[in-house]
Nanobody, 117 residues
Framework: QVPVVESGGGLVQPGESLRLSCALG???TNWIPETWYRQGPGSQR????????????TYADSAKGRFTISRDTRMNKLHLQMNNLKPEDTGVYVC???????????WGPGAQVTVSS
């Protein structure tokens, strides 16, 4: 198993903010986190935001203007700042890693985000 941890989730009210973090173990150089997905009630996996190693950023339409993806390159961490959260943002946020050499994907255990009044 790849030692990846997603943190920062929780239960918040509409309009509040959360900051997710996808962190690998110290010294890991085999995997790079690039993408955040959200698994909704039906367990479908939807792209939320991507920050490739080339610097290309892609957001889902629902995330534009509210979410910001960023990377701490030195610590090999991927962050997702989520502002003005809405109930439709509720789900399990999963960090996708890419193997440096093979580009094979790997998914973390996920972080629960619940937006409810």
């Amino acid at each position: 198993q790849v030692p990846v941890v997603e943190s920062g989730g929780g239960l918040v009210q509409p309009g509040e903010s959360l900051r997710l973090s996808c962190a690998l173990g110290n010294g890991n150089t085999n995997w790079i986190p690039e993408t955040w997905y959200r698994q909704g009630p039906g367990s479908q996996r939807d792209l939320v935001a991507t920050l490739t190693t080339a610097g290309t950023i892609t957001y889902a339409d629902s995330a534009k203007g509210r979410f910001t993806i960023s990377r701490d390159t030195r610590m090999n961490k991927l962050h997702l700042q989520m502002n003005n959260l809405k109930p439709e943002d509720t789900g399990v946020y999963v960090c996708e890693l890419r193997n440096v050499l093979t580009k094979v994907p790997y998914w973390g255990p996920g972080a629960q985000v619940t937006v409810s009044s």
